[in-house]
Nanobody, 123 residues
Framework: QVQLVESGGGLVQAGGSLRLSCAAS????????MGWFRQAPGKEREFVAG????????LYTESVKGRFTISRDNAKNTVFLQMNSLKPEDTAVYFC????????????????WGQGTQVTVSS
């Protein structure tokens, strides 16, 4: 069993930056694809970014391209999401995920979810 714990969320003004971290415990996630999803109030959960198990392949949803950067440190069992130039529409709960599928344009076969971390961007 894998536990995913997100951190780094908070309140930031538009144009600001935040760095989310997702620490995995229980088992290594080095063989899993990892990613971030988000869910805004009243909306469905949506894919944000994904990184293959090796780190060689990366996906972003169109709305965050050029602003967000996903990375991973397999030695530390941790995944990161650097979010720059934040906009009010980025406000959501952000969830870390471990998956078995990496099929453009999203991750598929998510088998583990974190509990989520709130990101609020004020205008």
């Amino acid at each position: 069993q894998v536990q995913l714990v997100e951190s780094g969320g908070g309140l930031v003004q538009a144009g600001g930056s935040l760095r989310l971290s997702c620490a995995a415990s229980g088992r290594t996630v080095s063989s899993h694809h990892m990613g971030w999803f988000r869910q805004a109030p009243g909306k469905e959960r949506e894919f944000v970014a994904g990184i293959s198990w090796s780190g060689d392949d990366i996906l972003y949803t169109e709305s965050v391209k050029g602003r967000f950067t996903i990375s991973r440190d397999n030695a530390k069992n941790t995944v990161f999401l650097q979010m720059n130039s934040l906009k009010p529409e980025d406000t959501a709960v952000y969830f870390c995920a471990a998956s078995v599928g990496f099929t453009r344009p999203t991750l598929t076969g998510v088998i583990y979810w974190g509990q989520g971390t709130q990101v609020t961007v004020s205008s």
